[in-house]
């Protein structure tokens, strides 16, 4: 998911909260892992194909 995607206002405030609610009940899923591609990655096919790092967030409940 694209970092812009975040901060976009779709639907209003409701809607918004909603799909913020369904991406946290997804991750919880062992088969899902939900990364971000920050704003300041340049999107060019070889970034987006090509090597990265990953911050892993361990906020998941047990």
Do not use: K, Y
Not at 7 to 24: A, I, K, N, S
Not at 34 to 59: E, I, Y
């Amino acid at each position: 998911m694209h970092e812009a995607a975040s901060h976009g206002v779709v639907g209003g405030p409701e809607v918004m909260h909603g799909q913020l609610v369904h991406l946290m009940e997804v991750v919880r899923h062992p088969a899902v892992d939900l990364r971000v591609l920050p704003l300041a990655q340049v999107r060019t096919p070889a970034s987006v194909a090509g090597p990265r790092s990953w911050t892993t967030a361990s906020h998941r409940a047990s």
